[in-house]
Structures are given as structure tokens and as C-alpha cells.
């Protein structure tokens, strides 16, 4: 699948600099029999201007290793214009530092109110230097409903240097009860330019309830764009504070079937509940359901992981491991 989302949390909070809002993510997995153990651990700070998270896992000693380490850091900001520099540094299953990204964005605001973003992307090669890899240019414009966002791409080249190698064309309409949202994109190719992918995704709230539907399509071998995946989001907001979701993933191959040109099957539903524990914390627990090999019919849901959030843990929240 080309879609592939990277969360980076931007957010700046308006505090005090000496203020610091600290939170502890422990994720719990059932096993064979029952027992939950921890399968990850993420603890981060923010600041004004600054944030950070470190996520660790058990390594096959006992030990508490990294797997991945995040900061970001405003460095500069004025007037129109602000620039954000995030860190990433990867861990092999030991602990042991691989790789290093840095990510450099530029934001600023152009005539008319245009919203102009530059990124740079640099990774660490085998000897530790920082390479350029990826830089691209977002464009954003309002048209009175509608957001229009164009993204170009560039990538390293064979012949040096970088060179365009992906458009992405991000359509969003907004409506009383939701919005509508289109991303299509191109990349570069002998014959120049062409569509490999397209997102289309449908929001609508009434009440205390949203629903979300979204159909990836990607280019098959006849060059046109085929659905290849479907997700469907059913989120229930209570007036107690907790939430429910409900989230069923289709795809083109489901077990027990064949796959058919054109058609999507019901691969595996997902209920995500979201509340406060007895003593303030917030919990969030994720149990799935999957059609069975005889029959497609769903069984009874089954626990998969809990998700326990101690410290500050109100939004913008870094996300679950």
C-alpha cells in the first residue's frame, strides 16, 4: 500500500516556559492464557515550544530498551512564519542507536492568506552522516468551502541532485455536518506524470455520533484506478466523557475467499473504547472480530490491547504505540 500516514505531534501548548505536562502510555496485550504483559511504554513531556516522547519496549532479557525517541522543538517563530525541527532517532531490539531523521518544516503565510509549508527531510546513512532525502513544497488556499492543497515532492535523482517524483492534490469541502475529503496522487514516470493512488473520504456528525468512510484506490494493471481497501468509522461520543468506535477494514483478499477484481471484504472490525479509569487515568481498550474461514460470520469480540494514560493526558496526546 502506498498510504502510509506518519504522525508527528505539532502542537505547541500555551504555557509558561517553565511549565513541563507530563504523561506515561503503558500498552498491555493479553497472551496464550489470558494474562496481560506489556508490549510498550511511551513517556512524554511538553512544553511551550517544545515536546517529546520515548517509546521502549521489554527486551528478550527483561530489559527496558528504546525502540524510538521523538523531539520537536520551535526555533523559530515571528510573524507570519514559524519553523519546526523534529528529531527522530530508531533503535534496533537491543537498544542500540540505528538511525537518526530530522525533519525541518517551515510555515509561513503567503499573500491572500495562502498557507505555504517547506519541508526538508535528512536520515542518517551507515556511517552516522545526515543525508538529504526527501524536500517537498504545500501550497494551501481557501476557495470558499474549500481547501485546496498542493504538495510536489523531490527526491535524491540517479543523475544528482533532486528531481520531482510525486504531486499530491488534497481536495477538502467543509459542510455543516462534516466534510469531504479527495487526495489524489501522481508520480513521476517515463512518460511523465500519472495517477498510481486516490483517497476519498466522507465525514458526517449528528448529535454525539460521526461516521467516516474512506476507499483507498490504487492503479491496477489495466493503468485505471481500482478500490484495493475500505474503512468505516462509527464514533459514538458519550455525555459521561467516554467514546466508542467502531472500525471495519476492508480489503480486496479476506481469508477464506478469493479475490475479486473490483470487490472488498470485510477483513476485521475493531472496537475501541476510550474512558476514565477510578483513579483519573484514561484507558483505552481495543478488542477485534474477524469473519471465520467456514462461514464469513463474525464471532464475539476478543480483547487485543489496553492502552492506559497516566499524567497529563488531555489532547494533543502523543500517539499509542
Not at 71 to 74: I, K, L, R
Not at 263 to 267: A, G, I, P, Q, V
Given at each position: 500500500m502506498r498510504w502510509v500516514a506518519l504522525s508527528l505531534v505539532a502542537g505547541v501548548t500555551v504555557a509558561l516556559a517553565a511549565e513541563v505536562k507530563r504523561r506515561e502510555l503503558i500498552t498491555y496485550v493479553p497472551d496464550v492464557n489470558?494474562?496481560?504483559s506489556v508490549t510498550a511504554r511511551v513517556d512524554a513531556s511538553q512544553q511551550a515550544g517544545k515536546s517529546g516522547r520515548i517509546t521502549s519496549i521489554e527486551s528478550?532479557?527483561?530489559r527496558r530498551v528504546p525502540v524510538e525517541s521523538v523531539?520537536?522543538?520551535?526555533v523559530s517563530e515571528k510573524e507570519g512564519e514559524r519553523i519546526i525541527e523534529t528529531v527522530i532517532r530508531r533503535y534496533d531490539p537491543t537498544g542500540v542507536p540505528v538511525q537518526?531523521?530530522?525533519?525541518?518544516?517551515?510555515?509561513s503565510t503567503g499573500p491572500g492568506g495562502e498557507r505555504i509549508e517547506h519541508t526538508r527531510i535528512e536520515r542518517s546513512d551507515l556511517n552516522g552522516r545526515l543525508r538529504p532525502v526527501e524536500r517537498s513544497v504545500s501550497r494551501t488556499v481557501r476557495q470558499g468551502a474549500r481547501l485546496i492543497t498542493e504538495t510536489q515532492v523531490e527526491r535524491p535523482s540517479a543523475g544528482g541532485g533532486f528531481a520531482v517524483a510525486e504531486k499530491r492534490l488534497t481536495a477538502e469541502t467543509v459542510r455543516p455536518d462534516g466534510a469531504d475529503r479527495e487526495v489524489t496522487v501522481q508520480e513521476a514516470g517515463q512518460g511523465g506524470f500519472r495517477v498510481v493512488a486516490r483517497q476519498i473520504s466522507e465525514i458526517r456528525r449528528q448529535g454525539g455520533t460521526e461516521t467516516e468512510r474512506t476507499t483507498f484506490f490504487e492503479s491496477a494493471r489495466t493503468g485505471r484506478l481500482e478500490p484495493v481497501a475500505e474503512k468505516h468509522v462509527e464514533l459514538e461520543r458519550r455525555p459521561d466523557g467516554s467514546a466508542v468506535s467502531l472500525v471495519s477494514l476492508y480489503g480486496v483478499v479476506a481469508p477464506g475467499r478469493t479475490a475479486e477484481a473490483g470487490?472488498?471484504?470485510?477483513?476485521e472490525q475493531q472496537r475501541i473504547e476510550r474512558f476514565a479509569g477510578p483513579g483519573g487515568e484514561q484507558i483505552e481498550r481495543v478488542s477485534l472480530r474477524r469473519p471465520s474461514l467456514a462461514d464469513q460470520r463474525l464471532g464475539a469480540f476478543e480483547p487485543a490491547s489496553e492502552t492506559i494514560c497516566t499524567g497529563d493526558c488531555n489532547d494533543p496526546r502523543p500517539p499509542a504505540p
Open positions: 489470558g494474562r496481560r528478550i532479557n527483561g523531539e520537536e522543538q520551535v537518526i531523521e530530522k525533519i525541518r518544516r517551515q510555515e470487490r472488498l471484504f470485510l477483513r
